[in-house]
């Protein structure tokens, strides 16, 4: 899940390691965070398998010009760093783009059928990527699960306890609500009310070809 998270961001933007953990905490809400301590791993698995590649943004010193490294999004993240004054002894960031092998990557781990429902809520952040098609079959399968849930809990006896009813009544309600949003993304498929943004190429924002 957190490599379809990076993989889906880096499609927009060449980002940093700070910039991506703060972008997928806010993509996967507030009860979700994501440390350091597993993102960078992550970040050194998708760069060892040549789905991202990396630059450093202090590579160059006063007086010498700075390698370019054919993204524009990072170019420019290194001009921001380079024009603020740096402490001695610190250590450069990275800016991590997407590779062409990224983008294939990220293409079948968005159209991936399992996962939990947070793998669920990534996969339709980024299912601009998919034809309408495979979209729809996403939304289909998705809506047949949330029905069997909610059969389920009507089969499910009666709590007695108070609060445990309390908090089924919440949860129900948060089904039947993701049921009937899942109700208005399958009508706008079928009815081809797409996204004007939607790329299935995964084309790159700038720069060259990787």
């Known amino acids: 899940m957190l490599e379809l998270a990076v993989l889906g961001l880096l499609v927009d933007t060449d980002l940093h390691g700070y910039e991506l953990k703060k972008r997928i905490t806010e993509l996967l809400g507030p009860w979700s965070s994501v440390s350091f301590g597993s993102l960078y791993p992550a970040l050194a698995r998708l760069e060892r398998g040549g789905h991202v590649t990396s630059t450093a943004e202090a590579a160059s010193q006063p007086g010498r010009p700075t390698p370019m490294s054919g993204s524009l999004g990072a170019e420019l993240a290194a001009y921001r760093t380079r024009s603020q004054p740096r ?123 990787r």
């Open 87 to 209: 402490a001695s002894g610190r250590r450069a960031r990275k800016v991590y783009a997407i590779t062409d092998d990224g983008r294939a990557t990220l293409r079948a781990l968005v159209d991936d059928h399992t996962g939990d429902d947070r793998a669920f809520a990534l996969r339709v952040a980024f299912c601009r990527l998919l034809d309408p098609s495979a979209r729809l079959a996403l939304f289909r399968r998705r809506r047949e699960s949330v029905a069997e849930r909610l059969a389920h809990r009507d089969a499910a006896p009666t709590s007695t306890d108070r609060y445990r009813s309390r908090l089924l009544e919440f949860q129900d309600d948060r089904l039947l609500r993701e049921l009937a949003w899942l109700d208005d993304l399958i009508a706008a498929e079928v009815a081809g009310d797409h996204n004007p943004g939607d790329d299935p190429a995964l084309a790159p924002t700038g720069g060259n070809p």
